[in-house]
């Protein structure tokens, strides 16, 4: 169970000298300057010094003050430790990290100005509930290419968290709060503008095993802190709680994560993403994620904003097709030689539509309509064996009804036994295909399920 009055405190980032507070009595407050910034009010406090929101006199814009307070300024590794993530978030230039527009000292005061993202943070949009799974994907997609574009230059963030990724009004996510960054290169060249990396600082929320042992890091604690943040956003609650930071990290170093939960069709949709949730929290480094490319790819593979499941309309297109045009073709082909059997025409439309989905996961059919089935977990074509079950599933009672009916004579039994199965057989396939289509978020049939395949449009990947 969490203790949420104690997961507050837990969810602090822990810094080597405490936190930094600017003294109660003034000595910034709004109508203050700092360079051509005019302070207006405060945003907020952290670990490393107080926000404001302040106006840009020169561009005439807003801007976010991040302030050391003059007795932390004093303090050389508190004040190179401001400068080192202005540093560290200047050389980042992507659309989601907060970008940086001056660094200074002034008043005794060391500060930067950044942009300011008018929304909110994910933990305060947690306050207000769970956040629904496709959502909570994509906010963490962004927040993997951010933290990508950093790990590109060297960087490890190492307090990745809610609190720490925020959302502007258009929906876009920024990675924020550079302040426990570590640059690999400077470290191994025994420079001395980075916090070490087996320093023990983080959050212990959302702190992987090996950054709470003071272990040396690289991207891969970040990969962990994004999956507890992933699980904290689809659930409501972080993966572990406890009354304190040394309960939480046993807790992450040997502890059994909570399942994300779910029942019915939104268990079997969240299915796919707890084992997302799993690898990007595996204990072991090096059993997560090899790098960020992977990560999002995985993300893609699971989200219907960017993989759109085909429904019933295109199914039922793509099939048709698939079923006319080989059963034609071998059809001239038996009547040019005088032997009709739809035997060999069904068998030939079979093994046709199996071979392409294993190999290609396609068909002629989905072809013409950009479609492709892919495996749930590796987003490539399934098995032939998978494939051979998909289409049994499918067409399999309307294939023997066929035969059945072309096995009889005139009016027989077998011939009425047959057509009533290829009759029930097509009508099954089309109610359960409108059925997935109208009552499964993911569109997934009763064959897509048996097979772990989805239908997809193919040009998602891109």
């Known amino acids: ?63 976010a003050i991040k302030v050391l307070p003059a007795a932390c300024a004093r303090d050389p590794a508190r ?7 202005a540093r560290a978030q200047a050389r980042i230039q992507h659309p989601n990290v907060c970008h940086i527009y001056f660094v200074g000292e002034e008043r005794g005061l060391a500060f930067f100005a950044m942009e300011y993202v008018a929304g909110e943070t994910l933990a305060e ?28 230059h060297g960087f490890t963030h190492r307090d990745v968290k ?10 876009q996510l920024k ?31 959302y702190m992987a095993p090996e950054q709470a042992r003071g272990d040396a890091v690289d991207f891969r604690a970040d990969v962990y802190a994004l999956g507890a943040t992933l699980h904290h956003l689809v659930t ?8 304190t930071a040394a309960e939480l990290r046993a807790q992450h170093e040997s502890a059994d994560r909570p399942a994300l939960g ?46 759109p499941p085909v429904g019933l309309f295109m199914r039922g297109a793509a099939a048709a097709i698939d079923w006319a045009v080989p059963m034609l073709t071998i059809g001239a082909v038996m009547f040019a030689l005088n032997r009709v059997s739809d035997l060999v025409g069904i068998t030939g439309c079979a093994l046709a539509s199996i071979a392409a989905t294993a190999r290609w996961g396609t068909s002629l059919g989905r072809l013409l309509f950009d479609l492709e089935v892919v495996s749930v977990a590796t987003g490539r074509p399934p098995t032939l064996r998978r494939a051979a079950l998909r289409w049994i599933l499918e067409y399999g009672v309307t294939a023997v009804g066929f035969l059945l009916a072309n096995g009889g004579r005139g009016g027989d039994l077998g011939a009425a036994i047959g057509l009533g199965l290829a009759g029930v057989g097509t009508a099954f396939a089309i109610a359960e295909a409108a059925r997935a289509s109208w009552r499964e978020p993911d569109k997934r049939t009763l064959w897509d399920r048996a097979g772990g395949t989805v239908v997809r449009y193919r040009r998602a990947r891109a």
């Open 1 to 63: 169970m969490i203790d949420l009055d104690a997961t507050a405190a837990a969810d602090a980032t822990t810094v080597p000298g405490g936190p930094a507070t600017v003294a109660r009595g003034g000595a910034l407050g709004p109508g203050d300057t700092l360079a051509h910034f005019r302070i207006e009010r405060r945003l907020g406090h952290g670990a490393m010094g107080e926000v404001w929101l302040a106006r840009d006199r020169a561009l005439d814009r807003p801007a």
């Open 79 to 85: 004040r190179e430790r401001l400068f080192r993530e």
């Open 125 to 152: 949009r947690l306050a207000r509930g769970p956040i629904p799974p496709d959502e909570a994907v994509e906010l963490v997609r962004m927040a993997a290419l951010g933290l990508r574009e950093g790990q590109r």
């Open 162 to 171: 809610p609190s720490n990724l925020m959302v502007d009004g258009h929906g």
């Open 175 to 205: 990675v924020v709060d550079f302040g426990l960054v570590t640059r690999g290169d400077v470290e191994a060249a025994g420079g001395g503008d980075a916090v070490a990396q087996t320093a023990l600082v983080g959050t212990p929320l």
């Open 236 to 243: 409501g609650r972080p993966p572990f709680g406890g009354s």
């Open 262 to 307: 779910g029942a019915g069709r939104r268990g079997r949709r969240v299915a796919a993403l707890c084992d997302l949730v799993a690898r990007m929290m595996a204990r072991r480094a090096v059993d997560r994620h090899g790098s960020y490319d992977e990560l999002v790819g995985d993300l893609d593979r699971i989200s219907l904003a960017r993989n």
